[in-house]
């Protein structure tokens, strides 16, 4: 049986496959786009266990730009996801976010908000009083002040994910229901990759989009990527006080991160140093009752009453180099692209990434220089220096 010949094969049908799809086929309908996904349900997917916030504060320039095109894309999405009349809704909801910072992350806080208004965003700097003013059930004691985004926000990754799914589709691509066990080279460039069931594609282009999983699939080119599936945990409760109006996703200066969901719900989480690095998808409501509950109660009172209802855990891709993208050709393999390490902001990246990666495959002179996330810097060891969550 012969192989079946692709202009580019994409491994991992989540957000960043998808969007890379989409993006290309929008380039060139008659170039010859597969998307491999091993899982069409994407029970375990980063992007439909995310929380799908989207926010211009960041301290990397470049991170900043991404979010501003996401602010774009997403404003758009809708009506540029439309096939046949049928028209998605992603429920884009701009509520803000609120970084509250202390007097340790006075200095740095500042700088970034430079840097972001330098690039045109609406983010401000509120004291104590003033975010008592918006949110009166918040405790400000602590606090030095923070910064607000209003323009920031969350919308429904799932709406989101099969918006460029339909729509790649839509425009020609070939959604293939397989898993790649792996990606074979001859001669220093990628020649294809093997199925699990036993046939393989040929192509000269390979997109890494395997989320979690990327290092155990570059591993089969023989490629080290300093990428680990780290599982987060998120708890949704019915707090006894509600708020009146949403609260913004606020995040503390320890990490910890709440905001109001639709149907009275909060959700929280927080990222910690001893989460363990694997495969597991188990959540533990006595990480929220004796750690995450006492430090939110901390800075809304008022929470000190209210029922767990589930929770979830899902995976961030970390990038141990530095927390960031890592995105372009692998140096030592000509023709392997990557889109991976977006540890906890990927889905809000996904707009600006799959461009990037349909300019560079295509040749074109990309809208936005994203090659400060080549992946060159983790053969050279030069982390990137964004501060702030991963
Ligand atoms: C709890 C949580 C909260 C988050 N919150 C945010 C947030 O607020 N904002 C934000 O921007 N980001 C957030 N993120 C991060 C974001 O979800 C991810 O960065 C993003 O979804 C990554 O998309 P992806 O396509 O790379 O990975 P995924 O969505 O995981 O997709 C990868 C796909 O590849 C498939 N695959 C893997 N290996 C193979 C193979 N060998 N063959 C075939 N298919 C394969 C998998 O089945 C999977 O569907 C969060 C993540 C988590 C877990």
């Known amino acids: 049986m012969s192989n079946k010949t692709y202009d580019v094969v994409i491994i991992g049908g989540g957000i960043m496959g998808c969007a890379t799809a989409y993006y290309l086929m929008q380039t060139d309908q008659r170039l010859k786009v597969a998307i491999v996904e091993m899982d069409p349900t994407y029970t375990y997917a980063s992007t439909t266990l995310s929380l799908a916030n989207v926010r211009v504060q960041f301290s990397l320039q470049e991170n900043i730009q991404i979010s501003q095109y996401a602010y774009q894309a997403f404003g758009q999405f809708e009506d540029q996801m439309t096939t046949d009349g049928n028209k998605p809704s992603i429920s884009y909801r701009r509520e803000g976010n609120l970084f509250l910072v202390d007097e340790t992350g006075r200095v740095a806080a500042a700088e970034a908000l430079a840097l972001q208004k330098r690039l045109g965003c609406q983010v401000e700097w509120w004291s104590g009083a003033q975010i008592k003013e918006h949110y009166p059930l918040f405790k400000t004691d602590d606090l ?14 799932y709406a989101v994910l099969m ?24 001669g220093g460039r990628v020649s294809g990759v093997r199925l699990g069931a036993g046939e393989g ?8 989009c395997a989320g979690a999983w990327a290092a155990k699939l570059a591993q089969t080119a023989g490629i080290e990527l300093p990428v680990q599936p780290v599982k987060r945990q998120v708890f949704v409760l019915n707090t006894a006080v509600k708020p009146k109006g949403p609260l913004p996703l606020t995040i503390l200066p320890s990490g910890l991160y709440f905001r109001t969901e639709t149907g009275d719900l909060l959700l929280v989480g927080k990222s910690m140093v001893e989460d363990p690095v694997g495969f597991d998808f188990t959540w533990d409501d006595k990480r929220f009752t004796e750690i995450l509950w006492p430090e939110l109660a901390k800075i809304v009172p008022a929470f000190d009453t209210l029922k767990l209802r589930r929770g979830w855990a899902g995976l961030y891709a970390v990038n141990t180099l530095d927390g960031n993208a890592i995105l372009g050709e692998w140096p030592e393999l000509g023709g392997f692209y990557l889109a991976n390490g977006f540890s906890g902001h990927g889905l809000q990246q996904a707009p600006a990434v799959g461009r990037y990666l349909s300019e560079l495959i295509t040749g074109k002179p990309p809208i936005l220089d994203l090659s400060i996330f080549s992946p060159k810097r983790i053969l050279e060891n030069k982390p990137l220096s964004e501060g702030g969550l991963v």
Do not use: C, H
């Open 144 to 157: 030095a002040g923070g910064t607000f985004g209003q323009m920031d926000g969350y919308l429904d990754a």
């Open 163 to 186: 918006g460029y799914k339909t729509k790649a589709k839509y425009l020609g691509a070939e959604y293939i229901n397989d898993e790649v066990i792996e990606v074979t080279t001859s």
């Open 201 to 208: 594609l040929t192509s000269k282009y390979i997109v890494n």
